[in-house]
């Protein structure tokens, strides 16, 4: 399998694709760290680090909150890329299996992770976020993500979504889709909603080998004051 098909595949990573991260840079090590777990599918590594790496260029330090985080990579990555972060909080309606191999192969590796990613399982309406959090989340469907980016601006606190699976009955289209296909329009109008909110918006994308849905929207309050 070649480098572009590996990032965009569904198939779990496995030790048998440990020589494709023989490398000694961090983004090898976790990949290996990946691979020993066996859980995961090698699409979602890709995305989380490269949407990781993006999120960390803009916004340091801060509690986590990965919102409907899944098996919490995002989480970890960000912790490893930043140690300033205290700690994470994976937020799901549901924690799948997978996350706990996960996390021990993660924690394995770096032991300073022990004790610093916790799971809580709700629908993340019924979690209390805080002004100094950073809120993340990667392709929560639909209007899933209208609503993090809702409680982000209610709170006043940093976010970064990748969304996907517009539903446009739901989702609000702002009237664009006359210049742009439905999806941007969302997007777009997401971004308009951010600064309307009083934040500053910072747009980006990931890899499209990875993922068609690779639009990464980060935004953060005009009078955000650290700490």
């Known amino acids: 399998m070649t480098g572009s098909r590996l990032q965009s595949s569904k198939s779990r990573l496995t030790p048998r694709q440990m020589d494709r991260f023989a490398g000694p840079s961090l983004f090898d090590k976790i990949g290996r760290a990946v691979c020993t777990a066996a859980t995961l599918p090698a699409k979602e590594f890709f995305e989380a680090w490269e949407a990781a790496r993006r999120i960390r260029r803009q916004f340091r330090g801060g509690r986590i ?3 409907a985080g899944g098996h919490g990579l995002l989480a970890h990555i960000l912790l490893l890329l930043d140690d300033s972060s205290p700690q994470a909080i994976v937020v799901d309606i549901n924690r799948p299996a997978s996350s706990r191999s996960l996390a021990a192969a993660l924690v394995n590796e770096w032991p300073r992770l022990q004790g610093r990613i916790s799971y809580v399982t709700t629908p993340i309406e019924a979690f209390d976020i805080q002004p100094d959090d950073l809120i993340v ?3 929560a469907c639909g209007a899933l993500t ?3 980016l809702e409680m982000a601006v209610i709170m006043g606190s940093r976010v970064a979504v990748l969304p996907c699976c517009h539903d446009l009955k739901r989702c609000d289209t702002g009237g ?3 210049w742009m296909d439905g999806p941007m329009a969302v997007d777009a109008t997401r971004a308009a909603k951010l600064r309307a909110g009083g934040y500053t918006v910072f747009t ?3 890899p499209s080998a990875i993922t068609p849905q690779n639009r990464l929207l980060l935004g953060r309050p005009q009078d ?4």
């Open 65 to 67: 909150v990965d919102m």
């Open 137 to 139: 989340s990667l392709h």
């Open 146 to 148: 209208d609503t993090i």
């Open 176 to 178: 664009l889709q006359g």
């Open 204 to 206: 980006r994308t990931i």
């Open 224 to 227: 955000y004051r650290s700490g």
